[in-house]
């Protein structure tokens, strides 16, 4: 009982953690990306179709995050290259999505898909209880080896530590010769790909199907969780294993009979995260590492 | 490499054209669009965008759908002229439709002809102190009111869909989740024009929508109040050294536009609805952004704006039925018809000039530097 409840906790945060890995590396560049949840969706129904089609979950995969990255390629041509605010676009990559995706998916309806296979890592997975841990498919595992690499890229590398200078002042990069537009280009489309894998998850392992709207409000999540984990791809991980927990503990509670109105449980991640907002601007920005230049417009100067 | 130059004047024309032209871009684009997908365009864009409009009713139909997105869209114009990003205008719009709804229930038997302003007033307390929130996290804490103004939408989502479900349900809903329905004394009645009687769902919403733009209207052009907000958008800093306060400002138009969503929802459940339940609203509080920047942040275009976007949610209703697609596709001409918007807003700010590698303007009659 308790390790299919840990999981299915495992399960419903590797979504969060793909496309909350993506924006973050997004926002430590200084862009902020409403659009995850319509970048997830459109990952979804083209996993869901390229799966359908060729019947191989792995296609799903990679037409997934190849879908994720050409909807963050409309938001980089017209964030960077026309300018234009970011979260008026980031919104409007999110309603954009929204209606392609239920376009393209219109006919997928009431088909079904089979999902990727679960590996069970030889001796761990015997494990009693924390065995679930490794009985997981490749996309979860290889969303952690994603968070690693991000972690270690941000942290460890130059082009990281140039990536997150370019997020702190874009001038003070500009000034210094770095390519601020190619790199911030770069980022949101590592953004897009990871939220297109996010979205990608959802009919490959989650729900074999499309529905419209299937990612249900979990791009929003990403992006609360992102200021949640004030920036960091650990945190991010341990955060969204809770947001997860949340998520299923609502479904135990009705189970059980709780008297704790289960939409409370589900308003703690947005609660929390307006908590860690309020916490960190009344620290001073720089304390927790947050892009001082996030959301704001480049203008290249000669 | 293209550079962004700042323009120093914009023609009128330009102002005027851009939105046309965005217009009639979005029409192509989301026409290619539906080319690409394997649907006839044309065919596509007569539903979405003419068959609406086949019917004299519809007239009335595409008032009513334009009504929360004026209202709303009006109060965000404001905010956004005082570079204010209020983006939690669904969540004040459930705040506002909750607070006037628990009005409403508390007097199930009246008759009281005060009920509907009772409620008027209701939702927009409710709305605003939905927009107080992010309001006064700002000004005390300097918290970026784009999250949680956008975090709190979801809180309200998830109020409405408790309060319905559990504490206001109706006891004879047969499980389902609404609350019992409103006394006739608290429902907006439908609207008869002269000559022509009702026409489809029109409701007296639609004029007082129609007032408040105006209203919004000389409010920003004519008054103090409207200068002060306009001001601290453009030069904040000048603002400051004329004695103005931003945080009245910030709080002001925070304020302003929670209450006039709160309004919108309490008019659309009020006329539409008449009771509570978890939808309420199809994302009026996001679209109504979409109408405040095609209406270029002025409220009386504002109505027109209004006017164009309902007529593609209105399309999106016909095309549901007729080309068996979902209602959320009308979110690809939405969503077009805002990235073009916003291009238009820069390529009118600046001007692209080509500048080559020894930094010289390749344009001629430009000053090199």
């Known amino acids: 009982m308790i390790d299919e409840l840990l999981l299915t906790v495992l399960l419903t945060s590797v979504p969060l953690i793909l496309a909350a890995t993506g924006e973050l590396v997004a926002e430590k560049s200084g862009v902020l990306n409403l659009g995850v949840e319509g970048m997830m969706l459109m990952g979804a129904v083209a996993a869901f179709g390229a799966a359908l089609v060729s019947g191989s979950p792995y296609l799903g995969i990679i037409s997934g995050g190849l879908a994720g990255i050409a909807t963050a390629a409309v938001f980089a041509l017209f964030t960077l290259g026309l300018a234009t605010n970011q979260v008026a676009t980031g919104l409007a990559l999110t309603i954009f999505g929204t209606g392609l995706s239920g376009l393209i998916g219109a006919p997928l309806v009431g088909q079904a898909i089979e999902g990727l296979p679960e590996f069970h890592i030889a001796v761990l997975a015997q494990i009693p209880v924390l065995g679930a841990a490794f009985k997981l498919d490749i996309m979860a595992y290889g969303c952690i080896l994603m968070v690693s690499l991000t972690a270690w890229f941000l942290a460890s590398t130059r082009a990281g530590l140039i990536l997150r200078s370019v997020g702190v002042n874009h001038d003070s990069a500009h000034a210094l010769g770095y390519p601020v537009l190619v790199i911030r280009s770069l980022a949101v489309l590592f953004g897009g790909f990871m939220a297109g894998l996010g979205g990608a998850y959802l009919p490959l392992v989650l729900t074999p199907h499309w529905a419209e709207g299937m990612t249900a409000g979990r791009g929003w999540i990403a992006l609360a969780l992102v200021v949640f984990a004030s920036w960091r791809p650990w945190r991010l991980v341990a955060g969204a294993i809770l947001f997860g927990g949340v998520t299923i503990m609502q479904l135990a509670g009705q189970a059980k009979g709780w008297t704790i109105p289960p939409q409370f449980l589900s308003m703690l991640p947005y609660l929390a995260t307006i908590f860690v907002l309020v916490f960190i601007s009344s620290r001073g920005r720089n304390y927790f590492g947050a892009p001082a230049h996030l959301g704001r417009v480049f203008h290249p100067t000669r | ?369």
């Open chain 2, 1 to 369: 490499m293209i550079f962004l130059q700042p323009r120093t004047s914009v023609p009128l024309y330009v102002t005027l054209l851009v939105p046309v032209i965005s217009v009639l871009a979005t029409l192509i684009a989301g026409g290619l669009i539906f080319a690409v997908l394997g649907y006839a365009p044309l065919p596509a864009l007569y539903e979405f965008f003419i068959a609406p409009l086949s019917r004299p009713d519809q007239f009335g139909n595409l008032l009513v759908k334009a009504c929360p997105l004026i209202i709303i869209g009006t109060g965000l114009v404001f905010c956004y002229r005082a570079n204010i990003w209020n983006i939690g205008a669904e969540g004040q719009l459930i705040a506002g439709a909750v607070g006037a709804g628990g009005l409403a229930l508390s007097f199930p038997d009246t008759t009281s002809v005060f009920l509907l302003p009772g409620m008027a007033v209701c939702a927009i307390l409710s709305g605003a102190l939905w927009a107080a929130i992010p309001a006064l996290c700002k000004v005390w804490f300097r918290t970026n009111e784009i999250l949680v103004s956008l975090m709190l939408t979801y809180v309200a989502a998830l109020l409405i869909d408790w309060i319905v479900r559990g504490p206001w349900r109706d006891p004879m809903s047969f499980g389902f989740p609404l609350t019992p329905y409103y006394p006739d004394a608290g429902l907006i009645s439908a609207l008869h024009l002269p000559f022509i009687g009702r026409l489809g769902q029109l409701h007296w919403g639609v004029p007082v929508a129609l007032l408040i733009a105006v209203a919004g209207y000389f409010f920003l052009s004519r008054m103090l109040g409207g200068f002060q907000v306009k001001l601290m958008g453009d030069a904040p800093r000048a603002g400051t050294f004329a004695g103005f306060s931003p945080n009245r400002v910030t709080i002001g138009v925070l304020l302003a536009s929670g209450g006039l969503a709160g309004l919108a929802g309490m008019i659309e459940v009020s006329a539409n609805i008449g009771q509570l339940q978890p939808n309420i609203s199809f994302g009026y509080g996001f679209t109504a952004i979409i109408v405040a920047f095609l209406a270029r942040l002025n409220p009386l275009a504002v109505i027109v704006a209004g006017l164009v976007v309902a007529l593609a949610e209105l399309g999106g209703d016909t095309a549901q039925i007729s080309m068996a697609i979902p209602k959320v596709v009308t979110g690809i001409f939405k969503g077009i018809l805002l990235f073009f918007l916003l291009a238009g807003e820069t390529l009118t700010r600046f001007q692209p000039v080509w500048v080559d590698q020894t930094g010289k303007f390749s344009k001629k009659g430009q000053k090199t530097i």
